[in-house]
T-cell receptor
Framework: KAGVTQTPRYLIKTRGQQVTLSCSPI?????VSWYQQTPGQGLQFLFE???????NKGNFPGRFSGRQFSNSRSEMNVSTLELGDSALYLC????????????FGEGSRLTVL | GENVEQHPSTLSVQEGDSAVIKCTYS??????FPWYKQELGKRPQLIID?????GEKKDQRIAVTLNKTAKHFSLHITETQPEDSAVYFC?????????????FGTGTRLTIIP
């Protein structure tokens, strides 16, 4: 089974721009979550989608948004980028019904200049 | 909201000795407590988890204990090996399955000294 795939792996943007990150979950997984990882804060929850519906949301500003498509693929968007948005963005998928295990992708490393 | 505190932030242990990492959580409704291991440059991976109806769980050299009254849980690694060197994250969740919204601790960098 293919793992969680995230694209792009690396990207550099400037302040004020916007960015879209993509995540393809493990086949059959309907839950997709996004986390922001920074050296000082660890992993912080952004949002979670299940069957195209946002089921949970973390404490991030409205500049951070996401969506999930009917094939369970998910995208997250960050508008009006700030320097503090530089981080590794991790996507994780889960089978949901029987286990709490999250399967993480390798992440998209965003640098904002 | 939930808050998870993790200690220590760094830990060095002689190979073959035991390592213990401790976490406390604030939300008494949390019912799922996983531990993730992240090796340098790699993705986090689940190593063990425990639900609130269980006090202890063991998997070979790894064990997790949960004290619901005190709202803390711990990871124990015995007979440590060089490949145990990594960053370990504890987490807590209150969802039905546990994967809906995890609150992570800030991580413990474990170094095994050969």
């Amino acid at each position: 089974k293919a793992g969680v795939t995230q694209t792009p792996r690396y990207l550099i943007k400037t302040r004020g721009q916007q960015v879209t990150l993509s995540c393809s979950p493990i086949s059959g997984h309907r839950s997709v979550s996004w986390y922001q990882q920074t050296p000082g804060q660890g992993l912080q929850f952004l949002f979670e989608y299940f069957s195209e519906t946002q089921r949970n949301k973390g404490n991030f500003p409205g500049r951070f948004s996401g969506r999930q498509f009917s094939n369970s693929r998910s995208e997250m968007n960050v508008s009006t980028l700030e320097l503090g948005d530089s981080a590794l963005y991790l996507c994780a998928s889960s089978a949901g019904e029987r286990t709490g295990e999250l399967f993480f992708g390798e992440g998209s490393r965003l640098t904002v200049l | 909201g939930e808050n998870v505190e993790q200690h220590p932030s760094t830990l060095s242990v002689q190979e073959g000795d035991s390592a213990v990492i401790k976490c406390t959580y604030s939300d008494s409704a949390s019912n799922y407590f996983p531990w993730y291991k992240q090796e340098l440059g790699k993705r986090p991976q689940l190593i063990i988890d425990i639900r609130s109806n269980v006090g202890e769980k063991k998997d070979q050299r790894i064990a997790v204990t949960l004290n619901k009254t005190a709202k803390h849980f711990s990871l124990h690694i015995t007979e440590t090996q060089p490949e145990d060197s990594a960053v370990y994250f504890c987490a807590a969740s209150r969802g039905k399955f546990g994967n809906e919204k995890l609150t992570f601790g800030t991580g413990t960098r474990l170094t095994i000294i050969p």
